[in-house]
């Protein structure tokens, strides 16, 4: 059973500004292609369901934005000998339908049942025009 990571995108308001992110911060590896590597402090206990097509949800301004598919977790030492975990994501990020989410430290896991879908999967070319705050009260709504 797939699973994914909620993650928090902190100073970037929009999927545009996400993608420039990642894409200043890949690289290309021999083994996954194109990729950024985020890091954090605890290694995730359910890496086979995450690796099974999960993706790493992006939060910015208090809303679940864009995704990322999740490529690989690496766990590692850093330069003072403490254990640190790489999530690597592909450099390209999905947008998806902004849905509200509060933030919190650190990452949460995301049932593979409360994803939002893609945007291009459920509306016009248009999309990209509304902001994150009116198209989750259109979602709300059950217009979009």
């Known amino acids: 059973m797939t699973v994914h990571l909620l993650r928090i995108a902190p100073g970037i308001s929009t999927v545009a500004e996400l993608a420039a992110r990642l894409d200043m911060y890949a690289v290309d590896d021999p083994t996954l292609g194109r990729m950024m590597a985020t890091s954090t402090r605890n290694t995730p206990k359910r890496q086979q369901e995450l690796l099974d097509g999960g993706s790493v949800y992006w939060i910015m301004k208090g809303h679940i934005m864009a995704r990322a598919p999740l490529l690989d977790i690496r766990v590692e030492e850093d330069d ?9 994501v592909a450099a390209v990020p999905i947008a ?28 016009t070319s248009a999309s990209e025009d509304i902001p994150a705050e009116l198209a989750s009260e259109l979602k709300d709504l059950g217009l979009i």
Not at 80 to 88: D, P, S, T, V, W
Not at 96 to 123: C, E, H, I, M, N
Request: glycine residues 8%; contains cysteine.
């Open 80 to 88: 003072e000998g403490r254990r640190i975990c790489r999530l690597c």
């Open 96 to 123: 998806v339908v902004p849905t509200k989410r509060r933030g919190f430290q650190g990452w949460r896991y995301l049932p593979d049942a409360d994803v939002p879908s893609d945007l291009d999967k459920v509306t």
